[in-house]
């Protein structure tokens, strides 16, 4: 079935270092993908996603390309500020219309200033 | 603000009480889903509603309930909870994408739940 491997976290990291959250997954045909946020007190918000293969996502300086050669979807940003402190999701969208979101475990996420 | 309101949004209760989730949204949404979040492990979805017919039951113990009385509505029913079952619940609704069959999910901030 499908599934979402995404690494351990905690990550803890410098206001401006770069970051890389990795993230693969397992699935047939061409799933869509998406990493979702989820701040202190919320719920999870979607930050991107890509639908196709060589699909990039981005926003909020996030970026995140669809590699199907290496079933991947790595979270990339260039310059991480204290407000990105949060817990980040990779998940997948199976091909088929009754297929759920199905979710990695989570990485949270610390920026110190 | 996501369209997407739980209330309440902290819960405390003894494992005999009776209590009752809600979650309401505000975006035209033809699907609603409970999920749980508990430490250190994988968000669960708990439950799935489409066009207020649940969908989806992963194996949900009886003590949880839940009920759509319309598409804009959810509810989660509690009762005779065990202390494990404490973390946060939240409520998500999606709208699919017919262009490309994707489900883009909207969710709320959640009720932390405490169950002593």
């Known amino acids: 079935g499908n599934s979402v491997t995404q690494m351990e976290g905690p990550v803890t990291l410098s206001e401006e270092a770069f970051l890389t959250i990795n993230c693969t997954y397992t699935?047939?045909?061409?799933?869509?993908l998406f990493w979702y946020v989820q701040y202190p007190g919320e719920g999870l918000q979607l930050l991107l996603k890509?639908?196709?293969?060589?699909d990039k996502g981005s926003n909020k300086g996030f970026e995140a390309t669809y590699r199907k050669e290496t079933t991947s979807f790595h979270l990339e940003k260039g310059s991480v500020q204290v407000s990105d402190s949060a817990v980040y999701f990779c998940?997948?969208?199976?091909?088929?219309?009754?297929?759920?979101?199905?979710f990695g475990k989570g990485t949270r996420l610390h920026i110190l200033p | 603000e996501t369209g997407v309101t739980q209330t309440p949004r902290h819960l405390v209760m003894g494992m005999t009480n009776k209590k009752s989730l809600k979650c309401e949204q505000h975006?035209?949404?033809?699907?609603m889903y409970w999920y749980k979040q508990s430490a250190k492990k994988p968000l669960e979805l708990m439950f799935v509603?489409?066009?207020?017919?649940?969908?989806e039951n992963n194996s949900v113990p009886s003590r949880f309930s839940p009920e759509c009385p319309n598409s804009s509505h959810l509810f989660l029913h509690l009762h005779t909870l065990q202390p494990e079952d404490s973390a946060l619940y939240l409520c998500?609704?999606?709208?699919?994408?017919f262009g490309t069959g994707t489900e883009k999910l909207f969710f709320g901030s959640g009720t932390q739940l405490s169950v002593l």
């Open positions: 998500a609704s999606s709208q699919v994408d």
């Open positions: 699935a047939t045909g061409y799933p869509s």
């Open positions: 890509a639908t196709k293969a060589d």
């Open positions: 998940a997948l969208s199976g091909v088929n219309r009754d297929d759920k979101i199905i």
């Open positions: 975006l035209g949404h033809n699907a």
């Open positions: 509603y489409n066009f207020k017919e649940q969908t």
